[in-house]
């Protein structure tokens, strides 16, 4: 299930203003479209833990925490891009890595109890793919797969979110590599600031 590569992948596009200097604008992850996919992914897993797992079966404790990471390490990768590039890869790397835990503990859910999981062609991953691509999708949008009353459906729709946000990820991952390569972190930014105050102060 793809997604357009370049909508809402620049997710560093910041809050804190336009002005000029060596920390770039940062903090906008409302912005990224993975973010808003981890959100819904997450709420939905509350959901679905909620409805069909028992509090008492270990499973439960680790879906909802894989879901949370995901989601919270994208908003503290957002946050710490501003100065630290590297730690904005790690912990973008973090999220990607918890979601794909995730998507491992649906499919395990499907699997031991004989249900399918859906294949690229099947009608209902056709429906999902539309779904996904709705302007401004929000929880309200997937709530009728999410919510189910047939479980091979709710995680079957959970599983098709989560493989969309992963992909948004490796985007973002691709697309901080390259700004990394031909911008540098702080450190080449501060020196190229200091380098150039120098350069207006002898001018």
């Avoid at 879901?67 to 904005?88: P, V």
């Avoid at 912990?91 to 918890?98: D, E, G």
């Avoid at 249900?115 to 302007?135: A, I, K, N």
Wanted: proline letters at 4%; aromatic letters at 6%.
């Amino acid at each position: 299930m793809r997604m357009d590569p370049h909508h809402g992948t620049k997710g560093t596009q910041g809050t804190k203003g336009d002005a000029p200097g060596f920390i770039p604008p940062h903090g906008g992850y409302h912005n990224l479209l993975s973010y808003q996919r981890a959100r819904i992914v997450y709420d939905g897993t509350v959901k679905f833990c909620g409805r069909i797992l028992s509090p008492r079966d270990r499973t439960f404790d680790q879906m909802l925490q894989a879901a949370r990471s995901g989601k919270q390490n994208i908003i503290e990768a957002s946050l710490a891009s501003g100065t630290s590039k590297e730690t904005e890869l790690k912990l973008t790397n973090v999220a990607r890595a918890s979601l794909e835990e995730l998507l491992e503990d649906y499919r395990d859910f499907l699997r031991v109890r004989g249900l399918e999981e859906w294949t690229r062609d099947h009608p209902y991953t056709q429906r999902l793919r539309v779904l996904v691509r709705t302007p401004h999708a929000d929880y309200s949008t997937f709530r009728k797969g999410i919510e189910n009353s047939d479980p091979a459906i709710s995680a079957n729709v959970l599983i098709g979110l989560i493989k969309v946000t992963t992909y948004l990820l490796d985007q973002q991952l691709r697309r901080l590599e390259e700004d990394f390569l031909s911008a540098g972190g702080l450190r080449e930014r501060m020196t190229r600031a200091r380098l150039a105050a120098r350069a207006k102060a002898g001018g």
